[in-house]
């Protein structure tokens, strides 16, 4: 009894909410791309710029204006794979990947630069800190999970209803997945294909920015390579998970970071299992999720992936 009290404590479940955060900024921002019709499976290497300069920014700015730096990071690398998908016309897997290869390498390059004796880590930077709200932290239960977190955190799942409502009860939302349905006659209603596309992945790239620096500069207090430890592609499963639909991807967001939450806490309660299992358990999940309860049943917008020219 004590075992499982350790294990679903309350404080499973708000790490749960921090954990999930950034998995839920890489979802949304997949679903924004994806419904416009451009594949981006780049956004790891967006969340890890985003990482990177807003470590930079807090670095010599502050937290805050490192966490508006890092956005804009992200948003540049969004804006990157809009032209070479949408104005250029390439392969979107392969300029997804070529993201990537620069979210890791870029930072890289420059972190020895910015701090000489540095290779592949930053030093410690000012973080976002904590915020208690007066009244929810002192209701029992629910002022334990959610009376004190990151300020981020309230901010993220105030963005799901918001991203929701802007792709399913706007215009513009319309016609972002009337270009990811059927370019061409969206096309022929005077709906322009490129730039409803380069506005959806551009704002992918702001909220998968957004998801690294919370990671550098909320969560943890500095950048490594290799921070993000896959949380792009968990959140680019969520989103399939929850069928392209932002509040589908914040169940399975949750999903997925309570999974991680759960080995962590498994681990301290000195659960008899090899860590290395433990560690494995929320990839594991996403497998599952993908391949054994999906199948064939997630088909996703029908331009997905597909350059379009006009004429």
């Not at 290799?226 to 069928?243: K, P, S, Y």
């Amino acid at each position: 009894m004590e075992l499982f009290i350790k294990l679903f404590s309350l404080a499973v479940f708000a790490s749960t909410l921090r954990i999930a955060t950034p998995l839920i900024l890489a979802a949304l921002g997949g679903c924004m791309s994806e419904r416009s019709g451009v594949l981006n499976i780049g956004l790891e290497g967006m969340m890890l710029m985003g990482a990177f300069f807003a470590v930079v920014g807090s670095h010599f700015w502050g937290p805050w204006p490192g966490l508006f730096i890092g956005i804009l990071a992200g948003g540049v690398m969004g804006l990157l794979h809009a032209f070479m998908s949408v104005t250029v016309g390439a392969n979107q897997v392969i300029s997804s990947t070529a993201i990537n290869i620069l979210g890791v390498g870029i930072p890289n390059i420059l972190i020895p630069v910015i701090w000489p004796g540095h290779f592949g880590i930053s030093p410690t930077v000012p973080v976002i800190r904590d915020v208690t709200l007066p009244i929810i932290s002192s209701i029992p239960v629910i002022g334990k999970i959610i009376g004190r977190q990151n300020p981020l955190v309230y901010v993220v799942f105030l963005l799901v209803p918001v991203i929701h409502f802007l792709l399913f009860r706007t215009k513009l939302g319309l016609r972002i997945r009337s270009v990811g349905e059927h370019p061409r006659a969206a096309d022929t209603l005077g709906i322009n294909v490129y730039k409803m596309r380069y506005i959806a992945v551009t704002m992918s790239g702001l909220l998968a920015g957004l998801g690294g620096a919370f990671l550098s500069i909320c969560y943890q207090s500095q950048f490594s390579s290799a921070m993000t430890a896959g949380r792009g592609f968990i959140g680019l499963a969520a989103m399939i998970f929850g069928r392209w639909s932002p509040k589908g991807a914040l169940l399975a967001c949750l999903l997925f970071g309570f999974a991680d939450a759960f080995q962590a806490s498994a681990q301290a309660a000195g659960v008899p299992i090899p860590p290395e299992i433990m560690l494995a358990f929320p990839y594991v999940l996403t497998l599952i999720a993908l391949v054994g309860l999906l199948g064939k049943t997630a088909i996703g917008p029908a331009a997905t992936g597909k350059a379009y020219r006009k004429g």
